[in-house]
T-cell receptor, first 111, second 113 residues
Framework: QKEVEQDPGPLSVPEGAIVSLNCTYS??????FMWYRQYSRKGPELLMY????GNKEDGRFTAQVDKSSKYISLFIRDSQPSDSATYLC???????????FGKGTTLSVSS | DGGITQSPKYLFRKEGQNVTLSCEQN?????MYWYRQDPGQGLRLIYY???????QKGDIAEGYSVSREKKESFPLTVTSAQKNPTAFYLCASSIRDNNQPQHFGDGTRLSIL
């Protein structure tokens, strides 16, 4: 029950850039998707939790789910050096099991 | 503050030795999980527990063991049968509903002496 794919990067952008991070998935049965941010030597922290199709915005972050294309995206506006981290997307596993994570995309924002 | 506490932060294992990683949560979550993270491999599920006194193997359970005697505690033992234990180990917990997000501790880094 894998099937969550992410480009590992690394992705390097200058401060202030708009960043687009993407995941694809193959099982369209799931309605919820999550984005986690992981700083070096730390545990992942929940960044965004979205349901089904559409957009969800939280400050500089926007999560988008396109069910027709089976695509999950995270957009970061006005990127900051403090956004430098690994970003992981996740979807629910089968009932009674654990989340399924992508391998993560490493982002570096330079000042 | 509610959260997940993993200890120790760093751990060293000698050949042939079993070591136990601690995970405690005060979020009142029923479900708890152990993951292993290696560079380029993402998070790989070792064991998970949806309720006290019950746990299930994940994708890479060989060489590991767990117990779940209390709701707030889910210790992981890395046995001598695990031949490549050097990794970053992450514990997580969640409400017992597979649509709910998991909350993570800050990990234990295990190395071989």
């Amino acid at each position: 029950q894998k099937e969550v794919e992410q480009d590992p990067g690394p992705l390097s952008v200058p401060e202030g850039a708009i960043v687009s991070l993407n995941c694809t998935y193959s099982n369209s049965a799931f309605q919820y998707f999550m984005w986690y941010r992981q700083y070096s030597r730390k545990g992942p922290e929940l960044l965004m939790y979205t349901y089904s199709s559409g957009n969800k915005e939280d400050g500089r972050f926007t999560a988008q789910v396109d069910k027709s294309s089976k695509y999950i995206s995270l957009f970061i506006r006005d990127s900051q050096p403090s956004d430098s981290a690994t970003y992981l997307c996740a979807r629910p596993g089968k009932a009674g099991t654990a989340l399924i994570f992508g391998k993560g995309t490493t982002l570096s924002v330079s000042s | 503050d509610g959260g997940i506490t993993q200890s120790p932060k760093y751990l060293f294992r000698k050949e042939g030795q079993n070591v136990t990683l601690s995970c405690e949560q005060n979020l009142n979550h029923d479900a708890m999980y152990w993951y292993r993270q290696d560079p380029g491999q993402g998070l790989r599920l070792i064991y998970y527990s949806q309720i006290v006194n019950d746990f299930q193997k994940g994708d890479i359970a060989e060489g590991y063991s767990v117990s779940r005697e209390k709701k707030e505690s889910f210790p992981l033992t890395v046995t001598s049968a695990q031949k490549n234990p050097t990794a970053f180990y992450l514990c997580a917990s969640s409400i017992r509903d597979n649509n709910q997000p998991q909350h993570f501790g800050d990990g234990t880094r295990l190395s071989i002496l």
